[in-house]
């Protein structure tokens, strides 16, 4: 059974930086595509960014192109979203998310990940 678990949400100040993570376990995420979204009341599961198996592709929502850094650790099993430069816009919650194999592509379509977290929320304060 692989589970996801989401730490490191909480609140911050427009214009703050908060780091949020993903650990994994049941399966070691070094076949996995990882990535994250984020939901607000109301709206669709929105993309914010994925990394490749190995980390050397990444992919970023334009909202937070330039203000987010996804990382990952394959012998930690973890999975990282730092973001900077945060806005009102940006409160939610964030999800990490695994997809099973190796086509980097529809990254935003929810129904292709495997395996989702209980999600952690950021709330940022203007």
């Known amino acids: 059974q692989v589970q996801l678990v989401e730490s490191g949400g909480g609140l911050v100040q427009a214009g703050g930086s908060l780091r949020v993570s993903c650990e994994v376990s049941?399966?070691?995420?070094?076949?996995?595509?990882m990535a994250w979204f984020r939901q607000v009341p109301g709206s669709e599961r929105e993309f914010v960014g994925a990394i490749s198996q190995s980390a050397d592709k990444t992919v970023y929502a334009d909202s937070v192109k330039g203000r987010f850094t996804i990382s990952r650790d394959n012998a930690k099993n973890t999975v990282d979203l730092q973001m900077h430069s945060l806005k009102p816009e940006d409160t939610a919650v964030y999800y990490c998310?695994?997809?099973?194999?190796?086509?980097?592509?529809?990254?935003?379509?929810?129904?292709?990940?495997?395996?989702w977290g209980q999600g952690t929320q950021v709330t940022v304060s203007s």
């Open positions: 998310a695994a997809r099973a194999g190796l086509y980097f592509g529809n990254l935003d379509l929810v129904p292709l990940y495997n395996y």
């Open positions: 049941g399966r070691t995420i070094g076949t996995y595509l």
